[in-house]
């Protein structure tokens, strides 16, 4: 079982940054995948990033690929999400999630999830 609690949210000017954090309980957390998803209003959640249980690897969604960094520290329990750049498009409510067990960086099925936090940014 894994808990996630997502911070860092908030209103930014476009062109501003915010870092997420997502801070997990649980003995698996070191070795799960861990995702962040965006929604936005009347859109479908979609994956924005994901790390790998080392950080050896991660994805991009092609919308913030060269503007946010995943990373992730294990000794913390915490994964990030440095978001630079930003734009009025990536206002949504962002979501920290976690795959049980060993699972590729490709894989979008995730079992746990937080609660979420609100990113709005303004033009």
């Known amino acids: 079982q894994v808990q996630l609690v997502e911070s860092g949210g908030g209103l930014v000017q476009a062109g501003g940054s915010l870092r997420l954090s997502c801070a997990a309980s649980?003995?698996?957390?070191?070795?799960?995948?861990m995702g962040w998803f965006s929604q936005a209003p009347g859109k479908e959640r979609e994956r924005v990033a994901a790390?790998?249980?080392?950080?050896?690897?991660?994805f991009y969604a092609d919308s913030v690929k060269g503007r946010f960094t995943i990373s992730r520290d294990n000794a913390k329990n915490t994964v990030y999400l440095q978001m630079n750049s930003l734009k009025p498009e990536d206002t949504a409510v962002y979501y920290c999630?976690?795959?049980?067990?060993?699972?590729?960086?490709?894989?979008?099925?995730?079992?746990?999830w937080g609660q979420g936090t609100q990113v709005t940014i303004s033009s």
């Open positions: 999630a976690a795959k049980r067990g060993i699972a590729p960086i490709s894989a979008t099925a995730y079992d746990y």
């Open positions: 649980g003995r698996t957390f070191s070795s799960s995948l």
């Open positions: 790390i790998s249980w080392s950080g050896g690897s991660t």
